[in-house]
């Protein structure tokens, strides 16, 4: 049966990216990066976990069609295909009445509602995850669930806040990096774009 679908009730201007221009506004008032951080949880809960600079879009588009799985409000993809990149998001919860990471002002893009199993039905596609969450099997079962070649990961690594130990693991023995991008960052934060090839 087709999964339940959460329709866009958000739209970004063509070549916009203000999640972006809200974090650089407010590193130029503070380059130490103090307001910023205070700002971190409700920029988190509005757009997503990660920054998007236009490097990092490019190199999702570059390598789209793409499945995001963990997708939250859909702030990533609806950047992607707003500069010509195809994407289908999955997010296992997207009612902020329950998920209180997300904001109550609706979706950035269409969202089916779905877990990691959604990964095997897109083999033909490159999974993207973007800050799986932390010490938790979610980004574990979406890798093995997924059969293509491709994928890009970003976040935080080994000793990270992001994903769980069987996850790395994976990484090491079935993937190898081939590039990798450094997105903006909040203070204390060390998440990037990687992409992989699943090694042969």
Not at 24 to 33: I, T
Not at 76 to 83: D, P, Q, S, T, Y
Not at 122 to 138: A, N, S, V
Request: hydrophobic share 35%; net charge negative; aromatic share 16%.
């Amino acid at each position: 049966t087709e999964p339940q679908l959460v329709q866009r009730q958000r739209t970004l201007d063509p070549g916009s990216n203000p999640y972006l221009d809200d974090f650089e506004v407010a590193y130029s008032k503070d380059p130490d990066g103090w307001i910023i951080y205070e700002l971190r949880t409700g920029l988190v809960r509005d757009y997503a976990w990660a920054v998007p600079d236009e490097e990092a879009i490019r190199i999702l588009v570059e390598h789209s069609p793409l499945v995001e799985v963990g997708a939250g409000l859909g702030y990533w993809a609806a950047l992607i295909a707003g500069r010509g990149g195809d994407v289908v998001c999955y997010e296992t919860n997207p009612d902020p009445s329950s998920n209180g990471f997300i904001s109550d002002k609706g979706p950035w893009f269409d969202i089916y509602v779905g877990g990691p199993a959604s990964a095997a039905d897109h083999p033909d596609r490159t999974l993207f995850l973007c800050w799986p969450p932390y010490q938790d099997p979610f980004a574990y079962e979406t890798l093995c669930a997924y059969r293509g070649d491709r994928f890009i990961y970003v976040g935080e690594y080994v000793g990270g806040s992001c994903a769980d130990d069987d996850f790395f693991a994976a990484l090491e023995e079935c993937w190898e990096d081939v590039y990798c991008h450094w997105i903006p960052r909040f203070p204390g934060m060390y998440d990037h774009l990687t992409v992989y090839r699943r090694k042969r």
